[in-house]
């Protein structure tokens, strides 16, 4: 989705009196340590394919000769995590201080665990690794990962259950794209007989290594499956039904993405020194998580202008659509996220510039800083590639009477290109239930965020002041917030990130 790559894991939590935290996450996993401030004490990472290259992967996964699945291997993720906690330990991180941990997955991904895995979980053994502790534990040993497209079969069959694709998103947040997990079914569940344990997402299965047991899915990841009701927050029979025979069973029942799990497992507490009182706060979604990163709050839209833009969105009362994304909320278990991608972002950008501004973004801004706002009703659509946020192709531009022109001059087209890709962002996220209200934001990042005469034009567009953020590690950071957020007893306590005020 986007530009999102591989995450595996994300995120341990806070910690006593210094109150650190933990995260895991990326195309390696990535952890960093918090203070009750949030300020980020330790960070570090794996690599896959650098650090443990034994798994032959590219990009941390497996592309196979179909070109349409995609796997990565899982125990190349739990080795990844003895590798990290070794890398702490190393360098004498105290755990003793960590009083909570939570993390994020790449969303999409799923893992099966064999019959007995359970067993194996509860009774780790400290003086091994985790990846030789585990190596029988799973039915499957690659999993399938965001990126595969070979279910779409599955997708117009889940549809159909449903009713259409229009049912099923408004039952479940989205109509059914190939990288849902319920792809599954397909090869996997044609195997059902060695499932007979657990099915867990990416997520689940991190926090499962954590507590020492299955791990519940929270409603967060869970409603990225078209498997979940958004608004009962249970799962829809008609589509488990559709799916696999006894799935709900496998997948067990979905939990508040705000959910204290249960103490860390006693392998943490006598391998690293971890405190019996440290708590596994639920794990969720690479998504979600960074929205919590992000910090938003109800009326913010948060926007990442690179090759592709993805929107993020707090909505109160979603109106689920054929495009787009609706999440329940991981932060608070009464509202919603969305989630919109447009293909064409800063590559249309570039391309405008060097045709209308001589290939220099000082010439592009200065033709948006001299052009009046609406661009005397000017407009224009530029879908170089084939579009998600609309499914479109093709360039299309109005003049001000509304007729369509084959050229608009070199300013105008410039301003015709940012307004039009703005105003299509704030449509698309109406139309999913968005809503500007008082105290709305606009957080931007990205290449793009950098160019302020182009920020002025998104301020403009949403009549609400525009704030540049650093999301390089949202996805980390946002697991940990969320690992310090449910240690909090008051439920109505905001975590604020810091961001930087443009327009």
């Not at 053994?125 to 534990?137: A, V």
């Not at 319920?182 to 997402?201: D, M, N, P, T, V």
């Not at 993405?257 to 020194?273: K, Q």
Request: glycine share 8%; hydrophobic share 40%.
């Amino acid at each position: 989705m986007g530009e999102i790559q591989n995450n595996l894991i994300s995120s341990f939590a806070t910690c006593r009196k210094c109150c650190k935290v933990l995260a895991c996450d990326s195309l390696k996993p990535v952890l960093a340590a918090v203070d009750e401030h949030l300020n980020v004490c330790h960070h570090d990472s794996v690599h896959f394919d650098s650090e443990l290259p034994e798994f032959r992967t590219q990009g941390g996964v497996h592309i196979h000769a179909d070109g349409l699945t995609v796997t990565a291997p899982v125990l190349m993720w739990v080795k990844a995590l003895d590798l990290l906690l070794y890398k702490m330990k190393r360098v004498g991180f105290d755990f003793s201080r960590v009083r909570a941990l939570s993390g994020s997955g790449q969303q999409h991904g799923s893992v099966y665990w064999r019959k007995g895995a359970s067993q194996t979980l509860n009774q780790l053994i400290p003086d091994q690794k985790l990846h030789r502790l585990l190596r029988d534990s799973f039915s499957v040993c690659d999993a399938p990962v965001w990126m595969d497209s070979s279910s779409g079969p599955q997708c117009l069959h889940l549809e159909a259950a449903a009713g259409g694709a229009l049912r099923l998103a408004e039952l479940t947040g989205s109509r059914a794209y190939e990288v849902a997990t319920q792809r599954c079914k397909g090869g996997c569940f044609s195997k059902a007989e060695i499932f007979s344990k657990r099915i867990s997402l990416v997520s689940s299965f991190a926090a499962s290594l954590f507590l020492g047991d299955y791990a519940a899915i929270d409603y967060s990841d869970g409603s990225g499956m078209n498997l979940l009701d958004i608004r009962t927050k249970t799962w829809s029979q008609i589509l488990l039904d559709a799916t696999a025979p006894g799935l709900g069973r496998l997948l067990g029942a979905p939990l508040p993405s705000t959910s204290v799990l249960g103490p860390i497992s006693s392998y943490f507490v006598h391998r690293y020194s971890f405190s019996e009182s440290c708590r596994v706060v639920a794990f969720t979604g690479d998504n979600p998580a960074s929205l919590a990163g992000m910090s938003l709050q109800p009326g913010d839209v948060a926007m990442s202008l690179g090759t592709s833009d993805t929107v993020f969105l707090w909505i109160q009362q979603p109106r689920p659509a054929l495009e787009g994304h609706i999440f329940c909320n991981p932060v608070d278990q009464d509202m919603y996220m969305a989630l919109l991608c447009f293909k064409n972002g800063s590559l249309t950008r570039e391309r405008i510039r060097n045709e209308c501004a001589e290939g220099s973004w000082e010439v592009f801004s200065t033709a948006l800083r001299e052009t009046p706002l609406g661009n005397n009703g000017s407009i224009g659509f530029y879908f170089d590639n084939l579009e998600i946020t609309p499914s479109a192709a093709g360039v299309h531009r109005f003049d001000g009477d509304d007729n369509k022109v084959s050229w608009l001059s070199p300013q105008v087209e410039v301003r015709a290109l940012v307004e039009g890709q703005f105003l299509s962002r704030r449509v698309h996220a109406e139309r999913l239930g968005y809503c500007i209200v008082p105290g709305t934001r606009v957080l931007a990042t990205g290449g793009a965020s950098s160019n302020h005469a182009v920020l002025q034009v998104l301020s403009d567009v949403f009549n609400a002041p525009v704030y540049t953020i650093d999301m390089s590690d949202s996805t980390c950071l946002g697991a940990a917030y969320r690992a310090l957020h449910g240690t909090m007893t008051s439920t109505t306590t905001t975590l604020k990130c810091k961001n930087q005020y443009c327009c």
